[in-house]
């Protein structure tokens, strides 16, 4: 299953390592690390917000009047705000990034290999869509309970 030869992966080692030093001997700067980015459309991104949002208002929603549910509400998302801000930061240091493959109509390469944007969104967003069916339903649950009180 995992076939890996070791001598292989010196042999490649070695060579770099030259190539580097050989590099650096006449002047000429290695070449730069590739920096794929976050290779995810802008739409997954705002698929995932989304989701949260979707949680965070059926959570609201269900807690009535409680001030102190909803302070811990409003924590709460403060705190994914500043997950996907700092996340929106970082990604613009680099630059403005290549565009996804998955835009392009070619697979995201993963570390067990290729996967299409179907596997690829499914993957990212099984959790936050789950978590937002998670708000909807506590929200219907005390619905039907104050309704039936």
């Given at each position: 299953?995992f ?17 580097d030093v ?6 000429v700067?290695?070449?730069p ?13 705002g698929?995932m ?8 208002v ?12 909803r ?12 997950f ?9 240091i ?17 570390w ?5 944007s179907?596997?690829?969104y499914?993957q990212?967003?099984?959790?936050p869509m789950?978590?937002a ?8 649950i ?8």
């Open positions: 299953m076939d890996f030869n070791l001598h292989q992966a010196e042999q490649v080692e070695h060579e770099v390592l030259a190539q050989a590099c650096s001997e006449v002047g700067s290695p070449l690390e590739a920096k794929p980015g976050f290779q995810f459309p802008p739409r997954v991104w698929l917000l989304a989701s949260y949002a979707v949680f965070f059926a959570i609201f929603a269900a807690t009535g009047g409680s001030g102190h549910a302070f811990a509400i409003v924590i709460s998302v403060l705190y994914t705000a500043m996907f801000g700092v996340a929106r930061i970082g990604a613009g680099g630059g403005p990034e290549r565009l996804s493959p998955l835009d392009r109509g070619q697979p995201l390469q993963t067990t290999g290729p996967m299409d179907r596997s690829a499914a990212v967003l099984v959790v789950v978590i069916l998670f708000g909807i339903g506590i929200a219907a005390i619905a039907v309970i104050d309704f039936t009180a």
